[in-house]
């Protein structure tokens, strides 16, 4: 195979260890041509016979229909099933976006994740309303159509589950899975709603309220206590993601929306908000949302998800193909804020090089990074680190786990280390 000649090589400029490139050659790509250049590099072109006119542009295709799918092709993009307890609980299900095989940073919507305590409702949303009672001087009662006439806000966030990466939390050797399973209880979505404080000043809080008990409509009633403060500031009850209806995996007819808030108290199929002078302790929150610290004492109401961030591609399960050029890329988020800086590391965190964050960089929304690599071929540990706006870092596995007790596998957010073997395969560590 022969490097196409008529993309001229471009002038490396290495910025750290095992062959990290700096992100200035990304930068000047469009310009230069030095992104053609590497994608050159990556992947020398034979020069090929000229093929036969298939059918496909000597028949007429197929004709338009009502919903568009994905490729055919494509038919293994799927999200990972997590059933924890199996036939035990089979309304305790959980599945996993498969962030390996996505490249944006919007999450499709037949590809968010999902948590579901007591399965999916198959509920009717004509029936559906939206309490608000409590300590507040007009109780109000909403339905689907009510709401609709609410002005609404459009905003671009992370879900993630407290439990996401359980898996690097808790088990002794490190898994091998790839993103869905090991990171894959976070998505992002555009999301279009009422802001519930619009519905709050209608119902009118009296000064007693300062907290709010969110219900939903679903088998468990999944509850949960949340601040009156965040209520009033960004929260809101979305009822579109990503433009269409939500879906019934997300909470149809409406969900509540707390962007940088731990997915659980997000609740699906909302129902009521109850507005209270203090936390109820639901045993959502009391019990199974509660971390217990490596002193035994535990931490309640951990509400803003930590710093984190995952490359993925390369990740566990991939196969390289072979040294070269290749782009480093992953994912970046912080319920604090935006995302300031990822950093990657190619040989085990001894020196580090900056990624380039793709623009806009949102506030608790995924932002995708990316940075130039050259793979010798030699074995390698692959790593990245965010930093977020309040200065945050992400840890290390072993500071994390110096923190809490052994058993607990909420906020997992430490360093994700891919080892790169000289074959090119991709594996799951702990380092
Ligand atoms: N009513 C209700 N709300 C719920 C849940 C649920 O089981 N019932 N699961 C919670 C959990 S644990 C998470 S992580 C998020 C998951 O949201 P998703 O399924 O839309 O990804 O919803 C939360 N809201
Ligand atoms: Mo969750």
């Not at 930068?27 to 006119?53: F, H, K, N």
């Not at 009717?124 to 309490?131: A, F, I, K, T, V």
């Not at 500031?233 to 939500?246: H, K, T, W």
Request: glycine residues 10%; aromatic residues 8%.
């Amino acid at each position: 195979m022969m490097a196409d000649p008529s993309v001229s090589a471009p002038k490396l400029e290495f910025a750290a260890g095992g062959g990290l490139l700096s992100r200035r050659m990304l930068l000047r790509g469009a310009a230069a041509g030095s992104g053609a250049a590497l994608a050159a590099l990556a992947m020398p072109r034979p020069a090929q016979a000229e093929p036969a006119l298939p059918e496909w542009v000597t028949v007429a295709g197929e004709r338009a229909r009502g919903y568009g799918m994905p490729a055919e092709q494509e038919a293994d993009v799927q999200r990972a099933i997590i059933e924890p307890f199996g036939d035990l609980a089979r309304a305790f299900s959980l599945s996993g976006t498969p962030h390996h095989k996505l490249r944006g940073t919007i999450t499709p919507n037949g590809l968010h994740f999902e948590v579901h305590h007591g399965g999916r409702p198959n509920l009717d949303p004509d029936g559906h309303r939206l309490m608000i009672h409590g300590m507040v001087e007009r109780p109000i009662k909403f339905d689907l159509n009510a709401l609709e006439r609410y002005p609404m806000v459009t905003a671009t966030h992370f879900l993630e589950c407290s439990g996401n990466s359980f898996f690097n939390a808790v088990m002794p050797e490190p898994m091998q899975s790839g993103c869905d399973m090991l990171h894959g209880l976070l998505s992002n979505s555009e999301w279009t709603g009422v802001p519930v404080r619009v519905l709050l000043e209608e119902a009118g809080v009296r000064p007693e309220g300062r907290w709010v008990l969110a219900v939903g409509n679903d088998a468990p009633s999944l509850a949960r206590s949340i601040p009156v403060e965040k209520l009033m500031d960004d929260a809101f009850v979305a009822l579109y993601q990503n433009g269409e209806r939500i879906r019934p995996e997300q909470g149809y007819p409406m969900r509540l929306l707390l962007p940088g808030f731990e997915g659980n108290m997000n609740v699906k199929w909302l129902t009521s908000l109850w507005v209270t002078d203090a936390p109820a302790y639901t045993k959502h929150e009391s019990g199974e949302y509660t971390e217990i610290l490596a002193n035994g004492s535990s931490v309640k109401f951990t509400f803003a998800m930590g710093v984190k961030s995952v490359i993925t591609h390369p990740s566990a399960t991939m196969t390289m193909s072979g040294p070269g050029f290749y782009e480093i890329s992953g994912i970046a988020w912080s319920g604090a804020g935006s995302v300031r800086k990822v950093e990657i590391s190619a040989d085990g965190g001894e020196s580090w090089a900056e990624a380039a964050l793709q623009e806009p960089v949102l506030p608790r929304a995924l932002t995708r990074f990316r940075l130039p690599w050259r793979w010798e071929g030699a074995p390698t540990l692959l790593m990245s680190r965010a930093e977020d706006a309040t200065g945050a870092v992400q840890p290390t596995r072993s500071s994390w786990k110096a923190r809490y007790d052994p058993s607990n596998f909420l906020h997992y957010n430490a360093i994700q280390p891919w080892q790169i073997t000289p074959e090119g395969s991709v594996q799951n560590v702990y380092a």
